[in-house]
T-cell receptor, first 117, second 113 residues
Framework: GDSVTQMEGPVTLSEEAFLTINCTYTATGYPSLFWYVQYPGEGLQLLLKATKADDKGSNKGFEATYRKETTSFHLEKGSVQVSDSAVYFCALSDQFDSGGGADGLTFGKGTHLIIQP | KAGVTQTPRYLIKTRGQQVTLSCSPISGHRSVSWYQQTPGQGLQFLFEYFSETQRNKGNFPGRFSGRQFSNSRSEMNVSTLELGDSALYLC????????????FGPGTRLLVL
């Protein structure tokens, strides 16, 4: 079945540091890829997405590029802020799974990011 | 536009009881999905409803069930609660399904004692 692998952390960085959170996936079909963010006590918010190879999703200074050859969707930000502290989830949606239908979003375990001032 | 709302936000139940959680999707959204979030298993897909029909189902026992009403509001029910059912239950809505942006509610935190 489909799966998503990401570093779990916690990842601790200083303000203005460069951020990379790795995400790799396995999928039966040709999935859409997503990054979601969860702030304490809240639900998930979509951060960015990409639906085909070489697409780059971007939002709020975060970027991720859909790399089909390496089955990866790494999240990057050039200069993090304290307000970026949250849990980040990589996810995929595979319309053509082995069962012939969609099985919801498949999530990674989440990466807890802590930004220190 | 109002976001996805879930009620109640917190619940405490005892083993063997049953519980019903409610989700109101964003207006115009026809797809509602439910997820269970636990520290050990992470986020796991429960089921999806579309136009009052269950369209997809994850690998959960039959104690977990749901339904969707004509106004797209959805409920999920868990019967014969077990300690392991303690989790954050998240509801997500979208216009038509998983290939589109899923908008999540704040979740219902269930504690089973």
């Amino acid at each position: 079945g489909d799966s998503v692998t990401q570093m779990e952390g916690p990842v601790t960085l200083s303000e203005e540091a460069f951020l990379t959170i790795n995400c790799t996936y396995t999928a039966t079909g040709y999935p859409s890829l997503f990054w979601y963010v969860q702030y304490p006590g809240e639900g998930l918010q979509l951060l960015l997405k990409a639906t085909k190879a070489d697409d780059k999703g971007s939002n709020k200074g975060f970027e991720a590029t859909y790399r089909k050859e390496t089955t990866s969707f790494h999240l990057e930000k050039g200069s993090v802020q304290v307000s970026d502290s949250a849990v980040y989830f990589c996810a995929l949606s595979d319309q053509f799974d082995s069962g012939g239908g969609a099985d919801g979003l498949t999530f990674g375990k989440g990466t807890h990011l802590i930004i220190q001032p | 536009k109002a976001g996805v709302t879930q009620t109640p936000r917190y619940l405490i139940k005892t083993r063997g009881q049953q519980v019903t959680l409610s989700c109101s999707p964003i207006s115009g959204h026809r797809s509602v999905s439910w997820y269970q979030q636990t520290p050990g298993q992470g986020l796991q897909f429960l089921f999806e409803y579309f136009s009052e029909t269950q369209r997809n189902k994850g690998n959960f026992p039959g104690r977990f069930s749901g339904r969707q009403f004509s106004n797209s509001r959805s409920e999920m029910n868990v019967s014969t609660l077990e300690l392991g059912d303690s989790a954050l239950y998240l509801c997500a809505s979208s216009l038509d399904g998983f290939q589109e942006t899923q908008y999540f509610g704040p979740g219902t935190r269930l504690l089973v004692l």
